[in-house]
């Protein structure tokens, strides 16, 4: 499969008042992780949501190979090969784990047989075979967030975007999930883009880091980079304690 690049191209986004995201530009090369982070509120959910379609975009472009994005509907954006996970997990909660993962299969057109054996595939290889037959509101916190990583896959995204996979999980269940998501750039050959506060999952990772501040970039490079820039170490710090 050839190389592809989900580039955002000076994006902007503006909610009453607020400028959440200020002339900011990323990009995701296919078989790449990239980790999005930066303190709460500085617009990291937003970018996912300008890339995926959820948010406006006040200026700026969105691309993946030669496909605009930007503009495009979240269903049309899906369908050119970009996949989500939520903050907040969205499940369905009264259809089974396979019916879960099936649904997002068909939502991209596969045929009833193709879904149910790619919903199986994908649940194996999240460890979730023993979980199949089960009602997506009584899996735990940890398997939710893991049947939601396996929908976004159903749609076999060239990129895949998640949004703090690991929060809510206990380090054992971060610790497969690690192993689970480093094996997928080159097993199915997509682009990632990571969103979490657990800095060691993060920083083991992924190939390189963009860190953004009050919507803007200020740092981007490799985990030793941006670990020792004062930029960083003083936004996630605070001015008060730089100089306590
Ligand atoms: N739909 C929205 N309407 C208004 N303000 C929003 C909306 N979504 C996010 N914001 C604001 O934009 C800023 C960035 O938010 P967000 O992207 O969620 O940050 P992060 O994910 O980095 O914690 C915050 O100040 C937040 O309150
Ligand atoms: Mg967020």
């Given at each position: 499969m050839s190389e592809t690049r989900l580039a955002v191209n000076d994006v902007s986004v503006e909610f009453t008042g607020l400028?959440?995201?200020?002339?900011v530009s990323l990009s995701v090369l296919t078989g790449e992780v990239v980790g999005l982070i930066g303190p709460n509120g500085s617009g990291k959910t937003t970018l996912i949501n300008a890339i995926t379609g959820q948010v406006k975009l006040a200026g700026g472009t969105i691309t993946a190979g030669d496909i605009t994005?930007?503009?495009?509907?979240p269903r049309r954006i899906a369908l050119a090969g970009v996949s989500r996970s939520f903050q907040i997990v969205r499940l369905?909660?009264?259809?089974?784990v396979l019916e879960n993962v099936e649904a997002a299969a068909l939502a991209k057109g596969a045929s009833r047989g193709a879904a149910t054996e790619r919903a199986k595939s994908l649940l194996d290889e999240l460890g979730l075979s023993a979980k199949?037959?089960?009602?997506?509101?009584?899996?735990?916190y940890g398997d939710k967030r893991r049947v939601e990583i396996a929908r976004a896959l159903a749609a076999e995204p060239r990129f895949l975007l998640l949004d703090?996979?690991?929060?809510?999980?206990?380090d054992a269940e971060t610790e497969t999930l690690l192993h689970t998501l480093s094996e997928l750039p080159r097993k199915r050959g997509l682009g990632l883009l990571i969103i979490d506060h657990d800095m060691g999952l993060i920083m083991r990772l992924c190939h390189r880091l963009h860190v953004l501040a009050s919507g803007r970039t200020i740092a981007e490079g490799d985990a030793a980079h941006v670990r020792s820039h004062p930029d960083v170490i003083e936004a996630y710090l605070g001015k008060g304690a730089a100089h306590a």
């Open positions: 400028r959440a995201l200020d002339h994005l930007s503009g495009l509907s369905f909660n009264t259809m089974t199949v037959d089960e009602l997506g509101e009584s899996l735990s703090e996979p690991a929060a809510g999980m206990n």
